[in-house]
């Protein structure tokens, strides 16, 4: 499928085509993209002469990220879940057998990279430059060296042994339900069913399954990606993941089939019920209705009425709305439209259990969140980590606070020649007085997504993996203290 590109979003522009980008600046681009070589005071007195010069998405500026932006010990301090060499307790080996994966400027994906520390994978990413770092499952070994293991007729088999459960959400799986936008792209109108998926499952995660350490962050074009990281959720089979993926597996339809959820049993399931009642209902009567315009036109209206098994009720709305006349009333027309279709509905002689609870499906068809089920399934299963920039916008995949998800505006999103002009400005204002030398992400937009990370996520789970790390510690001292001592 070919992927559009939004006109309003400047940042997609070829670079190559791009005013400004002539040789000279290109020059200092290379010579700004060797500043490890070079002292921080030389470098910084040369920034200034850049201000504002950086646009669009290319190796020379993800080199650049890389260099100066990209929180390194923020992904490590996370993906080490404490096995970081200072606790007595701590796995030396579990990090570096974790799989990355990158995709490379010119296509090349590479799989199985793995590394032996913070440093390490820092050199890595500095080297190759990815356009895309994918995150997989930590393995029995180093993943690095598996043909090692395979070749030598070893009896050890290479597989996964933990994994966080993961949830991927594309706004393309909503087609059929948002009129402002197809495909990759996606608007003010039609982002709240990314809240609604962040508030349900959220939810559900924490209170249904007891999950605690959980992160959110968008994908940087049209989704969300959510990591379950307990511990217990990292251990979880395959099978198990199945299983909760499909827990949340409400929406069965495709554009022929005029059912698409289904809600068995006389009364919603108490997750379903809470997600009604909390988000869906509101979202859908406050913002989608109107947002998307579902009752407008005929053409819209009448994908609601199939859904309506009482065929004298959808002839009167029908009737009443073609010949009605718009009042000059505030509420939109499409909330009132709704209005009118709740009470013929609740009046219709029918009282099937299908008429009763179709209003209920109507809502769940057009809010309740769409999973990629496969991702979740399968512990090798690998997905973009956060904080990469995504190469169609530029846009850098920051973390969500869940608490304020409906002020998440993706069209806000820092994008990575933002970040370097952000960068560039704070450096050349600082040239001249002597300043306390901090990191250069904390002096731009970066800031506040690496501390919404760290708020939201990395301090908990650093906390609690500590915990887990004393007490497997203080388990292992007392079983050896109960040892019986050797009489000589
Ligand atoms: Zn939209």
Redesign the pocket.
Known sequence: MVERVREDDADMVDTNEMPGMDDDKHDVKETLAAIDHISPAVRDAGDHLLLDQYQGFDVDLMRMYYARLFPYQEMYKWLSYGHDRKHPQSDTSFFARREFSFTLDNDIYIRYQSFKSCNDMESAIRDKCPFKIDVGAVFNFDPSKRQLYQSAGSEKIFAPVERELVFDVDMSDYDDV?V??KGA???N??WPLMTVVIRVLDTALREDFGFAHILWVYSGRRGVHCWVCDQRARKLNNEQRSAIAEYFRVYRGSENNAIKVSLPGSSLHPSLSRAYEQVLDRFFIELILPGQELLADEESWEKILHMIPDNDVRNQLRVNWSSRRQTNSDVDVNVLRWKDLEKCVKASKVKSHAMRRCLDEIIFVYTYPRLDFEVSKNMNHLLKAPFCVHPKTGRVCVPIDPQTCEDFDPMAVPTVSQLLNELNTASSEETSKTVERVKDFEKTSMREAVEIFRSTFLDDLCKSCKAELDAAYMTKVQASSKLPTLAW
């Open positions: 948002r402002c936008c792209d996606v608007c109108r039609c």
